[in-house]
Nanobody, 138 residues
Framework: QVRLEESGGGLVQAGDSLRLSCAASGRSFSSSTFSGYAIGWFRQVPGKRRDFVAAISSSGQSTYYADSVKGRFTLSRDNAKNTVYLQMDALKPDDTAVYYC??????????????????????????WGQGTQVSVSS
């Protein structure tokens, strides 16, 4: 069982930056365990579906970004700390949402999803955090 916890959300102004963290833990969970999981970030506003934001492979060598955040958001991971970071720069009011991180195991360490390197969907992930609110004012 994998437990994910997001942190780092808050209220900022347009143009500001935030760094979200996704920390993994669980029974008998170690850094070597975490290094086997690809991590994705999704976001959701009330009344709308959960949308893909960004994903990183278990090796950290592959990343995938939604067009809406490409060039502004950057993923990284520290497997020794069981943590993935989502650096969000040049934030816009449209980025306002609850942000969730999710984990899945892939066959290859450079794959983004169990199906390889492709646009991730929510169904690709087995474990989810509770979410952290990001609010961007204009």
């Amino acid at each position: 069982q994998v437990r994910l916890e997001e942190s780092g959300g808050g209220l900022v102004q347009a143009g500001d930056s935030l760094r979200l963290s996704c920390a993994a833990s669980g029974r008998s969970f170690s850094s070597s365990t975490f290094s086997g999981y690809a991590i994705g970030w999704f976001r959701q506003v009330p009344g709308k579906r959960r949308d893909f934001v960004a994903a990183i492979s278990s090796s950290g060598q592959s990343t995938y970004y939604a067009d809406s955040v490409k060039g502004r958001f950057t993923l990284s991971r520290d497997n020794a700390k069981n943590t993935v970071y989502l650096q969000m720069d040049a934030l816009k009011p449209d980025d306002t949402a609850v942000y969730y991180c999710a984990a899945t195991i892939t066959l290859h360490p450079d794959h983004i999803t169990p199906a390889g390197y492709r646009l991730p969907g929510a169904d690709d992930y087995d474990y989810w955090g509770q979410g952290t609110q990001v609010s961007v004012s204009s």
